[in-house]
């Protein structure tokens, strides 16, 4: 009885959030206020507002020159390393000479989400026009931060996507609110990525601003993946974000309640204040970086390619309002048709196993063929994955992957050394630095001498923001984890997708979506190389169907399961179908329909490294009860 009232006062309360607009006057006051009190320094009079130099941006610039419109040309850089994808975007942020476009799903308060968001002020006091729209639910999460960005120059505009209770902020208990009384509109989210500079080159991908995308966390951080390209198709981002910027559901500050609220209450605010970094001699470092030309060509110039065909996908905003629509569906749409095409080989790199029924369709129907082309998947494991619930959905499907799809997947250790490797090279500086921040000399890769930072420590933000942050579940062994983000794919050698589209169903029908593909295969060979890498034994478990222990008991039990999994609910026999292998020391890495298969792998059971706790439990009980909710998480 108490729980029923609990969920009537939550929807009652969530119907009057709902109604809570702003008036027009109200929206107008707070306008004027921001218009009389923001700050209008400037600190460039030159017509290139004082640009830096960016051969990165050169190189844009002379691929637009030389394309025609039968014959585009593009600079394709891939931005596999974190302090690339860092140092690129704070050499594009200072090139800018007219304007930068940022999108995200989420943006911390963390020295990454400061350090990006100082380099847009910085740009936007020198004349630059910046727009910055990101997702509601997960980013400046203070309204005090949102107040002062404001008026922080006139040359700044930002804009909340989906702020479901005219809000910038949503503690719990509206959280609950927005699921129960409004869920369509609550969980639909923005989940592009891109920085566009000056509609001539642009980054999409995997990465948000938050330490953990960079390689800059100390607990946890994410095996992620960006792409650079300039040319032509940074048009189509241009026209991409100005559709979202323009939609309705794209809501100014001002028209948010409780920033509105600390406009009016705060009508001469104090300057803008100093970031307050963890590590500002990281940060001092990576900025630098983006200065230093040598370094920006050994890191970013020579490993761009020049390359002809090119595409950046967006699904359109009606995709949220109208799912059925499947002309909003551009780019989920045609990488389903994209998957469909494969003839001998798909390479797929996800966070979340968990297919879509149409990717369902494709994958089966191309398992049938006379000749199925190989399915590589590279995806997390429990003890990688900070997303436990989804883990737990996918988990229960293992034997339709194998068996039904033909998929041979591969599960992220926790302290895979290919993720370990690209935190190192985030945390170096030069040996000459005598920085007191910095700890732990060591040897690169390429044998030089660095010092490596000293493990950072969650802290309040610019605003006294701590954040939302997942956890993932605790492990048997110790030492700084690592989970993957990365969304990429792979099909045929031939072409490639670098994006933010997870193959799952919230991707397909509820999450707008982004990326661009790139009809080359230099670019498709880089990218497979880079997947592949991930599922190496020392990086990966591979998964593959349980040996029976007792032929005649194993095999009742593996019936069992499978009926257990087919049911809707109650999926309760815990004894699954494939479970996790570790190769031995002296075997190579082989198939699981390799008839050396057992003599060389080992298993580790289902969850290896993962401690018993609640996550653990949790993980079981939405195996067991948890398929209803499948296109939600």
């Known amino acids: 009885m108490q729980l029923h009232r609990g969920l009537v006062v939550i929807v009652l309360l969530g119907a009057l959030l709902q109604g809570c607009t702003l008036t027009r006057a109200q929206i107008q006051r707070a306008d004027a206020i921001v218009a ?89 006091r020198r004349g630059v026009d910046v727009r910055i729209l990101a997702d509601q639910l997960f980013s400046f999460e203070d309204p005090n931060l949102l107040e002062r960005l404001t008026r922080v120059s006139p040359n700044l505009q930002v804009r909340l996507y989906n702020p479901t209770f005219h809000n910038s902020r949503t503690p719990p208990l509206e959280f609950a609110a927005g699921i129960l009384c409004c869920f369509m509109k609550f969980n639909q989210r923005m989940h592009n990525k891109l920085i566009l500079v000056d509609d001539r080159i642009g980054i999409t991908g995997g990465r948000n601003y938050q330490d953990r995308y ?11 993946r960006d792409v650079m390209v300039g040319g032509p198709a940074a048009q189509e981002m241009a026209a991409s974000f100005n559709l979202f910027w323009n939609l309705k559901r794209s809501v100014p500050l001002t028209h948010l309640r409780d920033v509105n609220r ?70 989920t749409n045609h990488l389903m048709h994209l998957i469909s095409q494969a003839q001998h080989e ?61 998929f041979d997947i591969y599960e992220l250790k926790p302290h895979a050394p290919v993720a370990a490797d690209a935190y190192v090279q985030a945390n170096i500086v030069d040996q000459d630095d005598d920085s007191e921040d910095e700890t732990d000399v060591g040897t690169d890769t390429s ?34 984890r ?45 990218l497979r190389s880079s997947i592949l890498h991930a599922t190496e034994a020392q990086n990966a478990w591979i998964i593959a169907p349980r040996k029976p222990v007792i032929p005649v008991l194993g095999q009742i039990s593996q019936v069992i399961g499978d009926i257990s999994a087919k049911l809707p ?60 909710v499948t296109g939600v998480l």
């Open 346 to 406: 798909v390479v797929l790199q996800t966070p979340y196993l968990v297919m879509s029924r149409h990717a369902k369709k494709i994958f089966r129907q191309l398992h049938k063929e006379p000749s199925p082309p190989q399915i590589t998947v590279s995806t997390n494991s429990l003890a990688s994955t900070d997303a436990f619930a989804v883990y737990a959905v996918s988990y229960k499907h293992r034997k339709s992957y194998l068996s039904e799809y033909g």
């Open 482 to 526: 690592f989970g993957l983000h990365a969304k990429s794919l792979v099909v045929d050698d031939s072409f490639a997708m670098v994006g933010s589209h997870n193959f799952d169903p919230r991707s397909d029908h509820y999450n707008t979506e982004a990326g661009v593909i790139v009809y080359d295969q230099r670019f498709a060979n880089e």
């Open 36 to 124: 009389a009190s923001v700050d209008r320094q400037n600190s460039c009079n030159r017509p290139d507002r004082c640009a830096v130099p960016s051969p990165l941006l050169d190189a844009a610039d002379q691929a637009i020159a030389r394309s025609t419109p039968s014959q585009p040309e593009h600079v394709v850089t891939l931005l596999d390393d974190s302090e690339a994808a860092m140092v690129a975007r704070i050499n594009l942020i200072r090139a800018a000479r007219q304007s930068i476009d940022v999108q995200s799903y989420i943006w911390d308060e963390d020295d990454t989400g400061q350090l990006i968001l100082n380099e847009l002020i910085a740009a936007a």
């Open 214 to 224: 960079f390689n800059w966390d100390n607990d946890f951080n994410y095996l992620d």
């Open 569 to 628: 609910f109650f999926d309760l026999w815990p004894f699954r179908y494939a479970t996790s292998y570790q190769l031995k020391a002296d075997c190579p890495p082989m198939q699981p329909d390799n008839p050396d298969f057992s003599r060389c792998y080992e298993a580790v059971g289902d969850f290896p490294d993962v401690a018993i706790s609640p996550k653990l439990l949790y993980t079981r009980l939405i195996t067991a009860f948890g398929a209803g």
């Open 262 to 331: 600390l406009i009016v209450g705060d009508p001469a605010p104090p300057p803008w204040p100093a970031p307050q970094y963890l590590n500002p001699a990281r940060v001092t470092d990576a900025i630098d970086e983006a200065h230093d030309p040598d370094w920006l060509t050994q890191h970013l110039v020579d490993p761009s390619l020049i390359t002809g065909k090119v595409e950046y996908f967006s699904d359109r905003p009606a995709k949220t309002e109208r799912p059925e629509r499947r002309e909003a569906q551009q780019f």
């Open 447 to 480: 044998g030089g001498q660095h010092k490596r930072f000293a493990g950072t420590e969650r802290r309040p933000g610019l605003f006294g923001s701590n954040g939302r942050r997942n956890r993932p579940a605790p492990l048997l062994s110790a030492g700084r």
